[in-house]
């Protein structure tokens, strides 16, 4: 099995990545958790990448496709794989066509989340983690029940991502609508596209998805 999950950063692809390991044993390659991975340490790829980064920016083809290059031959006999944020752009769909058929692999289903804008906003610039066990937590949705207090360790060291903010939100999703909504024609001519409601409940979309997968 393998699945492309398609969406604006902070549409929960990640969130329902996770729930697919669990459920199905397939192995999520998240370009964003893989990216931010190699600069923190500090690989001659994640220094490519860190200035890209930091600027809110979508990091090269050339070097997400390394990246990916490198992580199907790290992990070759799981039941399957899901692409989480990855392709982006038309050069790297060409790409992981490619890379899927060396290894004779085959895209099973493109699942989009679909989300609105305004909301998706939101959504990213109010959440924050604990420091010490990356309990998430929101701004407006998701306090602690103590403030300032970790429910699940009770530390009182939280943080947030320097990009979840309202410019480099906004700037994703122009980049979104602008590089990666338009490869959604070429899947389509293959009959392989799915849309699900990113904005409902996690358990809700995490069901559309599972039905999905069930009717294969």
Do not use: W
């Not at 692999?105 to 109010?126: N, Q, S, Y």
């Not at 991502?161 to 909504?181: F, G, L």
Request: hydrophobic residues 40%; aromatic residues 6%.
């Amino acid at each position: 099995m393998i699945l492309i999950l398609l969406g604006p950063p902070g549409a929960g692809k990640g969130t329902q990545a996770n729930r697919l390991m669990v459920e199905r044993g397939l192995v999520q390659l998240s370009t964003g958790d893989m990216l931010r991975e190699a600069v923190a340490l500090g690989s001659p790829l994640g220094q490519r990448a860190k200035a890209i980064m930091a600027a809110g920016d979508l990091v090269p083809d050339a070097l997400v496709n390394e990246l990916i290059d490198l992580r199907l031959d790290v992990s070759p006999d799981h039941p399957g794989f899901i692409f989480d944020g990855y392709p982006r752009t038309r050069g790297q769909v060409d790409a992981l066509d490619l890379l899927l058929s060396a290894r004779g692999f085959k895209l099973d289903f493109v699942i989009e989340l679909v989300v609105d804008e305004d909301a998706l906003v939101d959504r990213i610039t109010g959440r924050f983690t604990c420091s010490s066990c990356g309990e998430g937590y929101h701004d407006r949705y998701k306090q602690p029940a103590v403030e300032g207090v970790c429910d699940v360790c009770g530390s009182v060291n939280f943080k947030r991502r320097p990009d979840d903010n309202e410019e480099t939100v906004r700037n994703r999703m122009t980049e979104y609508r602008a590089k990666t909504a338009p490869i959604l024609p070429y899947y389509e001519t293959r009959g392989i596209v799915r849309r699900v409601d990113g904005m409902a409940p996690i358990a809700e979309v995490n069901a559309a998805i599972e039905a999905i997968l069930d009717a294969r």
